[in-house]
Nanobody, 123 residues
């Protein structure tokens, strides 16, 4: 599976962005997709995950209630709607694919990665 993240940009505090993760290759619908982010000088951290059939979503506490992950398997795309953005959300955001069925939040559990898209939230 090849993944490409897009949709990043510069936004003010309280604003919104929608990230997209477009996939190509083997059946996209058989993979769970996760979003991770990495801020300058920090380790990569889990943000959100959606199961292969979109029935199960899981969020980091830091984004719960503000971010929404969704997917459109017909378009081979996963979305991350980010609302009420804060300066601490500034990071490079990556999408990744996991063939497993159990909810996993560690980056080592994911098989394929996109190249990342930069989100900058100004105060």
């Amino acid at each position: 599976v090849q993944l490409q993240a897009s949709g990043g940009g510069l936004v003010q505090t309280g604003g919104s962005l929608r990230l997209s993760c477009a996939a190509s290759g083997p059946p996209f619908s058989s993979y769970a997709i996760g979003w991770f982010r990495q801020a300058p000088g920090k380790e990569r951290e889990f943000v959100a995950r959606i199961s292969w059939n979109a029935k199960i979503t899981f969020y980091a506490d830091s984004v719960k209630g503000r971010f929404t992950i969704s997917r459109d398997n017909a378009k081979n795309t996963v979305y991350l709607q980010m609302n009420t953005l804060k300066p601490e959300d500034t990071a490079v955001y990556y999408c990744a694919a996991d063939s497993g069925r159990v909810v996993r939040t560690t980056s080592a559990s994911y098989d394929y990665w996109g190249q990342g898209t930069l989100v900058t939230v100004s105060s």
